[in-house]
C-alpha cells in the first residue's frame, strides 16, 4: 500500500483515509495552535517530547513545575492535614475559607470536566471528548450561584488578556455543567502578588453562554485543521520547547534578545493593559 506524509498526517492513499487532525483541545492546546500550528503538531500530533532544559540563572526549578507544585500544595491544603507552604501565605485567609467549604461539601477540587462537540457533558476518558479542562477550586454558593477559582503563579501584568479569555471559557463550562446556575464569578488567585491583586468577574447565565460560538469557532479551526504552517516570530519561539531541535524554523536567538528589549517589553505591557480594560468594558 501506497503512503504519504502531508501537512503532518500519515495517511494511506490506497485507501483515502483521512489525515490526522487534533480531535480534542484545552484552553492551552488552543493557545498553542493559535501560536503557531507547528509546534501543536509536534506536540500533540507527533508527539515529539520536550528536550530536557537547563534552570534559569539563580533558580531551582522551572517555572511550570513551580506552578505546579504550588498548585499540589493548594489542593493538599484545602483538604486539609499539611501546613501551608510560604509561596500560599498571601492568600492564607481566602484559603481558610474555601477549606471550610470543602468540609462542609460546597467545594470541588482538581475537577476533570470534559464536553463532546455539542457541548454535551461526557467523561474525561470518553472518545467523544472533545473539550477538557481542569479546574482548581469550584464552589457551590447556593442552589443558583457558583464560584470558579483558578490559582495562578507569577506575574499578572502581562497576562490579562489570556487570562481573562480562559475565566470565559471556565465560566461557560460551568454553566453548561450545571444548568441551575443563575449567576458566576470567576477569580484569578494571583498567589506571588498582594492579595488585593485577586481578580474576579461575574457573569449572568445570559452573558456568560454568549462565548459559546466565540469558543466553539475557534476550537473547530484547532480541532479540523490538517496543515500546520511554522508561524516563526519572536514572541511565538521565545519559549517554545522546539526551538533549535525539533524546529527547523525558529527564530535566531539575536531576534529573540531584541524582544527582550526593555523599549518592547515596556509596549508589549502597554498593549496587554489596554486590551484588558477593553475585554472588562465588554464584559
Known sequence: MSSEW?????FLALFGTPLKTIKSWS??????????????KLKYLDRVPEPDRPLPPGKTEHANDRG??????????????????????NYKVHLDTIRDLYKAGRVSLEGEWAFDAQWNVTAWKSYSAWCRMKLDAFVNVDDVSGRVIDYKTGRKHGNEVKHTEQGQLYQLAAFLKYPQLESLSV??????????????????????T?????FTRRAEQL???????????????????????AC????????????????????????????????EKRE
Not at 68 to 89: D, K, N
Open 6 to 10: 502531508y501537512g503532518g498526517a500519515y
Open 27 to 40: 484552553f492551552s492546546r488552543l493557545l498553542d495552535f493559535e501560536a503557531c500550528k507547528y509546534r501543536a
Open 68 to 89: 505546579t507544585r504550588v498548585h499540589t500544595a493548594a489542593e493538599l491544603y484545602v483538604q486539609g492535614g499539611v501546613e501551608l507552604v510560604p509561596e500560599l501565605y
Open 187 to 208: 477569580e484569578f488567585w494571583y498567589t506571588d502578588q498582594p492579595v488585593d491583586q485577586l481578580y474576579s468577574v461575574s457573569y449572568t447565565r445570559e452573558q456568560g
Open 210 to 214: 454568549r462565548y459559546i460560538d466565540k
Open 223 to 245: 480541532t479540523t485543521a490538517t496543515e500546520f504552517p511554522p508561524n516563526p516570530n519572536a514572541h511565538s519561539c521565545r519559549w517554545c520547547p522546539y526551538l533549535n531541535n
Open 248 to 279: 527547523e524554523f525558529g527564530v535566531s536567538s539575536d531576534i529573540l534578545k531584541a524582544a527582550k528589549s526593555p523599549f518592547i517589553q515596556k509596549t508589549k505591557r502597554k498593549k496587554a493593559t489596554g486590551m484588558a480594560a477593553l475585554f
